[in-house]
């Protein structure tokens, strides 16, 4: 993706192909384009990944994002040197940014002699403890042994050793690669994160000491470019007329993010879970996310009975607007990043039910550090679910949680507002991409 400055000079912005990476990128993009009414100056270009669909299949995710950086590199390094119709030449580029997970794209510019700078889409507590599980695998507790699990991390309080952001998608030693080439800035100028200073002032602290180059805690991304629209999927508006229905603060809205899969009995325990809290819900359930079933076909025709007049279940919400809306008084969540940051953004407390990775991290503090959200833990379970509801939505602990987050959420506005924390490192992040 390519923005044209005021100086003529273009920015590149390379995402990661996944909904959770992409979404943050755009935003950004949306917050440095100098016309930001709309998306004049930008122009989208296509590297072929050289995947074939039968290696887009495969469920082991951070195989594929190897590969994926493997076959890029020329293809991208091709782009950049013989031009397009659309690039300029190599030296009317000011930089590029890219996600850390595409880190082919650095290797590139190194070479052409283009500044770079990386976007961390996950938090700087995740960031900061992905290099602790190298020095687990060394020394032999990967898998991390039963006897550790609710250990506490040395120095990362409140981290478990169990809340370590683990990959459960395919190989472990794939992922450890890419913990490595992910954590290695290489050559780049700058590192963004989407993160608010207030909610992780030491993580944030520590990563100034783990890289030696500035740090930019830019966010939440999402408040700052409210219009940008960046959903892979459709979204079904058709929620917000049914939340207009609802009473201030009595629905649970339900959301497992753009990868988690659910099986069939996770599927049940859930729903019956929901049915008898007695709770509105709203439910977003991903076309393909239970394995054998096209959608919810497969679903309880007593349960869609049960619950019919206080239920809508969609394929893709607005979920932004869904937690800005007053009829949401609660967020059953796997804790993505982007999702933690909506919440807290619009003050909604959250069930956390992390599913792999940084999830995991997430969960805890928000459990544990910032103390908004409640930890739904072990094999789903219908009267778990039901008793996590009703402490959110209907007791006293759920209620403080609820006063807790719109404490943050005020203090998001003050960072994002003039003087403000996020506010400032983006002014200097201007300044440094002004200055290449
Ligand atoms: C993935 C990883 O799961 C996550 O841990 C990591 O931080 C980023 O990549 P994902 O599952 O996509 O994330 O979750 P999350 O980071 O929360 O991003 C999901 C995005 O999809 C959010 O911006 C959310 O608003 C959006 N969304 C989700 C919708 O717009 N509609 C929906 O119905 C569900």
Same mark, same amino acid.
């Given at each position: ?60 995710l ?6 994926l950086?493997?076959?890029c ?17 190599v ?23 283009i ?17 602790i ?32 952001p ?53 966010? /939440?991304?999402? +408040?700052?470019?409210?219009?940008? %629209? &960046? ?6 508006? =058709?929620?917000? #007329?049914? *939340? ?39 439910w ?33 919400? /607005?979920?932004? +607007?869904?937690?800005?809306?007053? %009829? &949401? ?6 804790? =993505?990043?982007? #999702?933690? *940051?909506?919440?807290i ?92």
């Open positions: 993706m390519e923005s044209e400055g005021r100086n003529g000079k273009k920015l590149i912005l390379v995402p990661g192909p996944f909904q959770g990476h992409l979404t943050p990128m755009l935003q950004l993009a949306t917050i440095l384009n100098p016309d930001s009414s709309a998306h004049p100056n930008f122009t989208f270009l296509c590297i072929p990944d050289g995947l074939s669909e039968e290696e887009v299949r495969n469920p082991d951070m195989g594929i994002v190897l590969r950086n493997v076959n590199e020329s293809s991208f390094r091709e782009c950049l040197t013989r031009g397009t119709n659309h690039m300029e030449p030296d009317k580029i000011c930089c590029i940014i890219y996600d850390a997970f595409v880190y082919f794209s650095e290797a590139v510019v190194r070479d052409l002699k500044p770079s700078i990386a976007l961390h889409t996950s938090s700087a507590a995740t960031t900061i403890v992905r290099p599980l190298l020095q687990l695998k060394a020394q032999g507790h990967i898998p991390i042994p039963d006897s550790m699990l609710q250990a506490l991390v040395p120095l990362h309080r409140p981290l478990r050793f169990k809340d370590l683990l990959s459960n998608f395919g190989s472990l030693d794939y992922f450890l690669e890419l913990v490595v080439l992910v954590s290695n800035i290489r050559s780049s100028s700058a590192i963004i994160f989407n993160m608010i200073h207030c909610l992780e002032e030491s993580p944030l602290a520590q990563l100034h000491q783990q890289f030696q180059v500035p740090i930019f805690a830019i966010g /939440p991304l999402h +408040k700052l470019a409210p219009t940008s %629209a &960046v959903s892979l999927l459709q979204e079904d508006t =058709g929620c917000i #007329s049914w *939340l207009d229905k609802q009473t201030h603060n009595s629905v649970i809205y339900v959301s497992l993010g753009s990868i988690a899969h659910l099986d069939q009995d996770q599927l049940s325990e859930m729903a019956w879970g929901l049915a008898n809290s007695k709770q509105p819900f709203l977003v359930i991903r076309p393909g996310s239970i394995p054998g079933s096209e959608w919810i076909e497969s679903m309880d025709e007593e349960f869609k009975e049960c619950v019919k007049d206080r239920a809508c279940i969609v394929k893709w919400a /607005p979920q932004k +607007k869904v937690l800005a809306h007053d %009829a &949401v008084g609660g967020f059953w969540s796997h804790c =993505g990043w982007n #999702s933690t *940051l909506e919440s953004g619009e003050g909604v407390p959250i069930i956390c039910q992390p599913c792999f990775g940084d999830q995991n991290v997430n969960a805890r503090y928000l459990t544990h550090e910032w103390k908004v959200g409640l930890e739904l833990e072990g094999e789903i379970e219908r009267g778990t679910v039901e008793r996590a509801v009703r402490t959110l939505m209907k007791e006293k602990e759920g209620e403080e949680m609820r006063q807790r987050v719109l404490d943050l959420k005020h203090k998001v506005e003050v960072s994002i507002g003039d003087g403000g924390y996020s506010s400032h490192y983006l002014s200097e992040l201007v300044e440094l991409l002004t200055s290449f």
